[in-house]
Nanobody
Framework: QVQLVQSGGGLVQAGGSLKLSCVAS?????????MGWFRQGPGKDREFVAG????????YALDSVKGRFTISRDNTKKAVYLQMNNLKPEDTAVYYC???????????WGQGTQVTVSS
């Protein structure tokens, strides 16, 4: 099956920015339906951050990221991105990308990337 490879995590100071990327590791003619981002902070449950449909409609599930995070996708590259601005220590988490191939549920997951925001 298709593997998703993530990049773009790291350590930043509060107020800084990062852009996460997630791309298919192998060529395929299949086109993803929904793509999204999840995160899991230390000692916390995994939570849905944002999602985007094939046509580009976006949803931001967390009020805390609205206006700061922007999800986008490149259908040609089969990639999804998460631009994170004005980062806060509360954003510290492992971020996972995910893709749905049927528009029903998420099927494939990235390996996760650490985002650490210092005060």
């Amino acid at each position: 099956q298709v593997q998703l490879v993530q990049s773009g995590g790291g350590l930043v100071q509060a107020g800084g920015s990062l852009k996460l990327s997630c791309v298919a590791s192998r060529r395929t003619t299949a086109r993803p339906y929904d793509m999204g981002w999840f995160r899991q902070g230390p000692g916390k449950d995994r939570e849905f951050v944002a999602g985007i449909t094939r046509s580009g409609s976006s949803i931001y599930a967390l009020d805390s990221v609205k206006g700061r995070f922007t999800i986008s996708r490149d259908n040609t590259k089969k990639a999804v991105y998460l631009q994170m601005n004005n980062l806060k220590p509360e954003d510290t988490a492992v971020y996972y990308c995910a893709v749905s191939w049927d528009g029903i549920g998420y099927d494939d997951w990235g390996q996760g990337t650490q985002v650490t925001v210092s005060s």
